[in-house]
């Protein structure tokens, strides 16, 4: 499918949404994704996000009944031989209007703290010698937004929940060259109560 279906297709999903009540999903549950990690504008180098893999645990909680404005707090890791290894907590909010049963969409955006370790010892000149600083790496604000396409497979108490999604970036700060940097992760994960 050509890129710009694919960004009409994930961008059109949450206005299909119809007016019926979304299943009832309890708050907190545990959220666990595998991330594939790029550092790329939106939906460029897909190929190239499969060589960086990551994961992700988190929760959720809902802003009212109907489940459609929901928070989310995360905490993801993944490596990146070439750009480093990265740690990001985040905290999202998220619109989730519901498609059909078992359908529903999500968009969210939020606020996040990203840790990128350095991919190889480093070096900086002090007093005119280059002097070893190791691989400490450097905290980076970072603003993510997302899309995500899931089901709610289970509507007892053992709610169980798969998804599918992309979420972007932007970091500041990363490197003096580039004051805007961007990050790009697909998604795929699950929502459950044990």
């Known amino acids: 499918m050509p890129k710009i279906q694919c960004?009409?297709?994930?961008?059109?999903?949450?206005f299909l949404s119809l007016s019926q009540e979304p299943p009832d999903f309890r708050d907190f549950p545990i959220v666990v994704t595998i991330q594939f990690q790029s550092?790329?504008?939106?939906f460029r180098n897909i190929k190239g996000h499969f060589r960086n893999l990551g994961i992700g645990i988190g929760t959720e909680f809902r802003y009212h009944r109907k489940n459609q404005w929901v928070q989310h707090l995360d905490l993801m890791w993944f490596r990146n031989k070439t750009m480093g290894n990265g740690l990001i907590i985040s905290s999202q909010?998220?619109?989730?209007?519901?498609v059909s049963d078992p359908l529903y969409s999500e968009i969210k955006l939020g606020v996040a703290y990203f840790y990128n370790f350095r991919p190889a010892d480093s070096y900086q000149p002090i007093d005119g010698k280059w002097v070893h600083v190791g691989r400490r790496g450097k905290g980076i604000f970072a603003i993510p937004t997302g899309i995500t396409?899931?089901?709610?497979?289970?509507?007892?108490?053992?709610?169980?929940?798969?998804f599918v999604g992309y979420q972007f970036m932007l970091t500041t700060n990363y490197a003096k060259s580039l004051p805007v940097t961007p990050w790009s992760f697909l998604q795929v994960g699950t929502r459950f109560r044990p």
């Not at 960004?7 to 949450?14: D, E, G, H, Y």
């Not at 550092?39 to 939106?42: A, D, F, G, H, R």
């Not at 909010?93 to 519901?98: A, D, L, T, V």
């Open 7 to 14: 960004v009409l297709f994930f961008s059109l999903i949450p």
């Open 149 to 162: 396409l899931g089901l709610y497979l289970d509507r007892r108490e053992h709610s169980f929940s798969p």
């Open 39 to 42: 550092l790329s504008m939106p």
């Open 93 to 98: 909010s998220g619109w989730r209007p519901y």
